[in-house]
């Protein structure tokens, strides 16, 4: 097992569920449930919070009971496979934790559909930053979809996303391509509009990408990591680290990077003094500690992390992080000891604030439901669950920058490194 976090994105590791699934099952489901399929669906995930759930702390007035009456009630109400998925997506994601959600594969293959670009709010609008749709390029500031304001849109489904804090919501709305109609009208801000029709199998964010982007420079080598979900993505980075000589920078571009497995083996090589890794703590779910029954409350059991010593092979040099709101899961992890021990200097913006071990189960028939079961600290005890990471230096992108493909952020990093003594 790794020492952090596995998801790819908010709950991209459900998917492997689809995986164990008997070849029977593999076949197309149907598109209706029966009631008693959606009752045991719904108990199991009741009572994987209840004992599973790693981050009650955040939620102090929830009362999961009322939640599930009311979910069950719709959930009892709709035989049609859609609905019910939308209302366990739901009630699940009233959690308010961004490892924490319900999937189904068949609402991936029959709803989820490719959008074919990708927009999050840059100054407070919603902007497109990829596009392989003619007409519609990265800059380009949603106004409206479907004559329906955006912002609205977004509103109305916000509560289908998992999400620590709102700004992961947004930035990671996009993702959630079944909430979006399969043909639909863009309005943007300068008058313009584009019809958009959905297309091709749904891929997560970052598995676009088969390897680490390496540019070496006179005075820093750039690396930059897509996902740290296929050992390929560490260990380029390692080689590219290894053959940096030690007068130079590296540069760590980890912007948009939605996790997989703690890259221990990457923080090694670039470690060249102590760290430490973060603290962490579970709820005690045993019975004395009922937090409705006995205590009131949630009882934890806290950890801290270990201290590590470098290795004599560690990189000696400068380093810089990039970091962003789409810094998430394994990528935080991957950042909380470089900002510990200040090896590393952190530009950008805030990350997304949500890391955890997520627990998953299996609900058959290609479903499955999985719950981040711990909450990660600084290793002094400082929270950043619903908060993120803050840089040293804090660079922000605008729509301009987006539009005239200028990266504040990287030039901010290579000023620095020309800065700093060799």
Not at 150 to 162: C, D, G, I, L, Q
Request: with cysteine; charged share 25%.
């Amino acid at each position: 097992m790794t020492r952090g976090s596995f998801s790819l994105i908010p709950v991209a590791f459900l998917l492997v569920f689809a995986r164990v699934e008997s070849a029977a099952a593999q076949n197309q489901p149907a598109s209706r449930l029966d009631v008693v399929d959606r009752a045991m669906i719904g108990a199991e995930i009741y009572s994987s919070i209840k004992v599973n759930f790693g981050h009650w702390r955040s939620l102090p007035d929830f009362d999961l009971e009322k939640e599930f009456r009311a979910y069950l009630q719709e959930a009892l109400s709709v035989d049609d496979r859609r609905s019910f998925d939308l209302a366990t997506i739901a009630f699940v994601a009233k959690l308010h934790n961004g490892h924490s959600g319900f999937d189904d594969q068949w609402l991936w293959d029959n709803y989820g559909a490719e959008l074919q670009f990708y927009a999050y709010p840059i100054d407070s609008r919603w902007t497109v930053t990829m596009s392989q749709i003619p007409g519609l390029v990265p800059g380009d500031v949603i106004a409206t979809i479907d004559g329906e304001d955006f912002e609205h849109f977004f509103e109305r489904n916000a509560k289908y996303v998992s999400a620590s804090d709102e700004r992961w919501a947004r930035r990671s709305f996009f993702e959630n391509t079944y909430l979006f109609p399969d043909r639909f009208l863009l309005g943007f801000a300068d008058g313009r509009s584009v019809t958009v029709g959905r297309k091709g199998k749904h891929q997560w964010a970052g598995t676009e990408y088969e390897h680490t982007e390496v540019k070496v420079h006179p005075d820093f080598v750039y690396i930059r990591i897509p996902a740290f979900d296929k050992d390929v993505f560490e260990q380029e980075a390692m080689d590219a680290v290894q053959k940096a000589a030690a007068n130079v920078s590296v540069i760590l571009d980890v912007r948009g990077n939605h996790g997989g497995s703690t890259p221990e083996k990457l923080v090694s090589t670039l470690m060249d003094r102590p760290y430490r890794w973060w603290a962490e703590s579970t709820p005690q779910s045993i019975s004395l500690f009922d937090y409705r029954e006995y205590w009131g409350k949630h009882v934890e059991a806290y950890w801290y992390g270990d201290v590590s010593q470098p290795i004599t092979t560690a990189f000696k040099g400068r380093v810089f992080l990039l970091i962003d709101g789409g810094c998430f899961s394994a990528c935080e992890d991957f950042v909380v000891p470089f900002k510990d021990n200040h090896r590393a200097v952190l530009i950008g913006e805030r990350t997304a604030g949500s890391s955890g071990q997520p627990f998953g189960r299996s609900l058959g028939n290609r479903m499955g439901i999985g719950l981040s079961t711990k909450r990660e600290f600084f290793p002094d005890g400082t929270e950043f669950e619903g908060f993120g990471i803050a840089p040293d230096t804090e660079v922000k992108l605008t729509t301009e920058d987006i539009r005239e493909r200028n990266d504040p952020v990287l030039r901010r990093a290579e000023e620095l490194s020309k800065q700093l003594p060799k």
